[in-house]
């Protein structure tokens, strides 16, 4: 017969039992199942190397983890943001989709190399907030441009943060929390990174830690004329709780030069895109109106050309004539018609023999012309509008151009200093600058022709009808 005792004992040896039972059933719910961890702290944030002096690397973001499945995006350049759309809606072709399945903490991925194959990513979720990553890829054989091997990398990673960014200081007055669709509380963050001698503006959506989750591509360059962040406005779209961006910024060493305004429109995924994309898609659709732009350009180029028509000199404010304008007193030599900013609206590339180019630019019934005065820029140039730029020994690289409100604003896509090698101004190794460097030299050159003015006017259509 079983005594008071023994009940006792027996209630509490249960009790115990119990404690262990829902102790074993709570860390299988955080371990075992692929889906009962809340992962939402590892979405959004772009992933860089730990040690972040270690150029042989990637960066990641995860956009999607849901029902045991992660999705997201690779990039082999040290830094890669999501996608800011700014002169087409075409993706970075940095990045690469991979997906895969979660199981227990761990994530067995693929993405596609660059020769075609399946490639594995594998993804640990650490306690700490960090994730271990191993990527296995082809990588290029030195020497051989057409020849791969197989190549592994395993890093720890953690969130690319404001601290990163090199010589940046944060715009107070002009930074702020705001709720947006799919990137939920976060902060807009407007500031400024000195590049020598001047301030550029950046503007970047972060977390409560200051991890960049985007960056607003709003770089204004003119030559060596810095621009700076003045108002930010934030609307409300029509019908939908999508937001619009408005960023200004103004020149401070060129008061003559208005400022200018950027919009960004976002769309469902979160992503941002400038609104002059939408004014693009209007000219596409409005055919007629499109080839009247293009005639218009094509008379007032030619009539530049010819010394008939004035034409508005960016850095000096106002309008002059070509032959007013010939930088340091030298003649053009030759010239080509070519689209650099993807528009579809041609621009005209002046050449001369100092190496100088000058680009005219027609935009709303106006031709703006900017200067590239620093010899070696621009010293090859492609059909595409890219270009190849050499300073002097060892340093070299790579661009593309657009233009905001008729002035000229360079994007560096490449460099090499003196062995060091940049994409998007971030480190990369040897390896994927080359890699960038024979694509590019794949492409088509355009063709020059001579600049002379007893024959500019045949010249000139001779080219406007190549390039078309």
Not at 69 to 81: D, L, N, T, Y
Not at 219 to 240: Q, R
Not at 318 to 341: A, C, I, R
Not at 449 to 465: Q, R, T
Request: proline fraction near 3%.
């Amino acid at each position: 017969m079983l005594t008071t005792r023994s009940y006792i004992i027996s209630g509490i040896c249960f009790i115990l039992f119990c404690l262990m039972l829902t102790s074993c059933v709570l860390n299988l719910s955080s371990h075992g199942s692929p889906n009962s961890t809340n992962h939402n702290q590892y979405l959004k944030k772009v992933w860089v190397g730990k040690k972040w002096d270690n150029l042989d690397s990637f960066s990641f973001f995860i956009t999607k983890i849901e029902n045991g499945v992660v999705e997201g995006k690779i990039s082999r350049a040290f830094v890669e943001m999501p996608d800011c759309y700014t002169s087409s809606f075409h993706p970075s072709e940095f990045l690469t989709d991979f997906s895969g399945i979660l199981n227990d903490g761990v994530a067995e991925c693929q993405f596609s190399s660059k020769s075609g194959k399946k490639r594995n990513l594998r993804l640990t979720f650490k306690k700490n907030g960090e994730i271990e990553a191993e990527v296995k890829y082809d990588r290029r054989v030195k020497g051989q441009s057409d020849v791969f091997e197989p190549y592994s990398i395993n890093n720890v990673f953690r969130p690319y943060n404001l601290t990163d960014v090199r010589n940046i200081t944060v715009l107070k007055e002009h930074s702020f929390p705001i709720e947006l669709n799919y990137w939920g509380k976060v902060n807009f963050v407007s500031a400024k990174i000195n590049i020598g001698s001047n301030d550029y503006p950046a503007a970047y959506l972060t977390n409560e830690h200051g991890d960049i989750l985007y960056e607003f591509e709003i770089s204004t360059k003119i030559e060596e004329v810095a621009s700076m962040i003045i108002g930010v406005l934030v609307e409300d779209m029509s019908n939908t709780s999508l937001k619009r961006i408005k960023i200004i910024s103004h020149f401070p060493k060129a008061p003559e030069v208005k400022h200018i305004e950027k919009t960004f429109i976002q769309m469902n995924n979160g992503l941002f895109y400038d609104s002059k994309l939408d004014a693009k898609d209007e000219i596409v659709i409005n055919e007629d109106d499109f080839k009247k732009q293009k005639q218009l350009a094509m008379e007032a180029y030619k009539g530049i050309m010819q010394n008939n028509i004035r034409f508005l000199y960016v850095l000096k404010g106002d309008y002059v004539f070509l032959n007013e304008w010939l930088f340091k007193k030298e003649p053009l030599k030759q010239f080509t018609v070519v689209d650099l900013d993807g528009d579809g609206l041609p621009e005209v590339v002046l050449c001369q023999p100092v190496g100088s180019k000058f680009i005219l630019h027609y935009e709303d019934g106006v031709v703006y012309g900017n200067l590239l005065g620093m010899r070696g820029e621009m010293s090859v140039l492609k059909k595409d509008g890219t270009y190849a730029s050499s300073y002097g020994s060892g340093i070299y690289g790579y661009g593309k151009i657009r233009f905001l409100s008729g002035i000229l604003d360079k994007k560096s896509l490449a460099r090499c200093s003196e062995q060091v090698y940049y994409i998007n101004h971030e480190k990369v190794s040897e390896d994927l600058f080359l890699a960038f460097r024979e694509k590019q030299w794949e492409k088509e050159n355009v063709v020059w022709y001579p600049f002379s003015e007893g024959s500019i006017s045949e010249d000139f259509l001779k080219a406007w009808d190549n390039y078309e």
